[in-house]
């Protein structure tokens, strides 16, 4: 499997930025793709998820209502559009899938957290300026 990230950047409190992944080597839809963050001197933290078979996403609480990822399953790629970013947005980026760890798992520390992906991009910065 691998995971083509791309996207990032450098913006102001307040503006937006998309990050796009585009994945191949799955055998199958079944599987779960999105993006885990890493700030400075900070555990890396689940952003948001998607399933791939039926399209259903979850979130971490801080991005809620401001991220929203989506899917084309055409090309493989999944796009996470940050609106309204904040300073404590920035960060490591890292798109991640799994055909095992579901989305549920990705925002709570335990089985199924980033520890037990398979599969990683390469981070992108965010970086958002105050």
């Known amino acids: 499997v691998q995971l083509q990230a791309s996207g990032g950047g450098l913006v102001q409190n307040g503006g937006s930025l998309r990050l796009s992944c585009a994945a191949s080597g799955f055998s199958s839809d079944d599987y779960y793709i999105g993006w885990f963050r890493q700030a400075p001197e900070k555990e890396r933290e689940g952003a948001s998820c998607?399933?791939?078979?039926?399209?259903?996403?979850n979130y971490a609480d801080s991005v809620k209502g401001r991220f929203t990822i989506s899917s084309d399953n055409a090309k493989n790629t999944v796009t996470l559009q940050m609106n309204n970013l904040k300073p404590e947005d920035t960060g490591l980026y890292f798109c991640a899938a799994d055909a095992f760890s579901r989305c549920d798992m990705w925002f709570t520390y335990g089985i199924g957290h980033y520890y037990d992906i398979n599969s990683w991009g390469k981070g992108t910065l965010v970086t958002v300026s105050s």
């Open positions: 998607l399933r791939v078979s039926d399209g259903s996403t």
